[in-house]
């Protein structure tokens, strides 16, 4: 009776081993090249590293109270929250809008899938470079145009002027965006319920109603993680406004993303830069946490439904 059970254990250690094997590299480069990296920037946080120290001194919590007096920090936070207002729901509802009317018209998808997915596709350097030809203040697109159809008062710098730059290159990032929005909330949609929609209908629903009552709660998980996603990178946004305005003009596009690479590498204070980094992780982590969590018990309902 002892060899049968016996054999079983001996195979189960034997897979374990070769699964820890098999993940070994994996693990060796995430400790590396994450773990590693996330300890040294908590350590960086409580002393003055300016690049160049080899022995920086200790500064206790001396960054993060600077931080909190440093009118700068509150001015681009102040940015980071339009943007990821502006730059959650207007890609969200453009995406959603635009599947819902592919999907509801029963039309073929191959080519708007293409066509609204491809800016999400092209790297964020030539997504800046052309916008910025687009916005340039005087052979631009955009003002040429408004100039066209007589509404040349409305041109203007548009990444020049401190009260458009930040609305400018926030038009460049929805443009690229909300393809990936509308792409996975019409594969979402594809698994819609067909027959509680036209029950909807058959009861004298309309359009409005059949979406509000009836197909979106039925994709409300996919919506969340999709909302997730882009709220994340409203905390996160650095490359377009790096790339586009430098966080100008006078600061009026700054965002704490390149405020902290100001700080870090170009002032060279590493540790207030990492600082200002981890403060920005820290803000961000509630939020995912929290959709995630509502993502997931809106899932197990459905699933029990």
Do not use: C
């Amino acid at each position: 009776m002892s060899a049968p059970s016996a054999v079983p254990r001996a195979v189960r250690k034997q897979q374990a081993r070769l699964g820890l094997l098999m993940t070994a590299p994996l693990l060796l480069m995430m400790a590396v090249f994450v773990l590693f990296p996330m300890l040294n920037a908590v350590y960086y946080v409580f002393v003055d590293f300016d690049g160049l120290d080899p022995t920086p001194p200790w500064v206790g919590l001396s960054n993060f109270t600077e931080l909190a007096r440093d009118s700068a920090v509150w001015d681009a936070f102040g940015n980071n929250v339009i943007w990821i207002v502006l730059g959650t729901v207007a890609p969200l509802a453009l995406g959603l809008l635009l599947a819902l009317l592919v999907w509801d018209t029963k039309r073929s998808s191959v080519f708007y899938r293409l066509a609204f997915f491809l800016p999400y596709v092209v790297p964020p350097v030539a997504v800046a470079v052309v916008w910025s030809w687009i916005y340039a203040p005087t052979r631009g697109w955009l003002n040429r145009a408004l100039d066209a159809v007589g509404l040349d008062s409305l041109s203007g710098g548009w990444l020049g002027d401190p009260d458009t730059a930040l609305y400018a290159v926030l038009g460049a990032a929805i443009w690229s965006i909300f393809g990936f929005v509308f792409l996975i909330l019409l594969s979402a949609l594809r698994n819609v319920d067909v027959d509680q929609v036209d029950a909807a209908r058959l009861d004298g629903a309309n359009a409005a109603k059949r979406t509000w009552h009836v197909v979106l709660p039925q994709i409300m998980p996919v919506f969340l993680m999709v909302t997730t996603i882009t709220l994340l990178g409203g905390f996160s946004v650095f490359d377009l406004i790096f790339i586009m305005t430098g966080g100008g003009p006078s600061n009026s596009s700054e965002v704490l993303g390149t405020y902290a690479y100001e700080r870090a590498f170009e002032a060279n204070r590493i540790s207030y830069g990492t600082a200002l980094a981890l403060v920005i992780a820290l803000m961000a982590i509630p939020f995912a946490v929290g959709l995630n969590r509502l993502q997931r018990r809106l899932s197990l309902e459905g699933r029990t439904a």
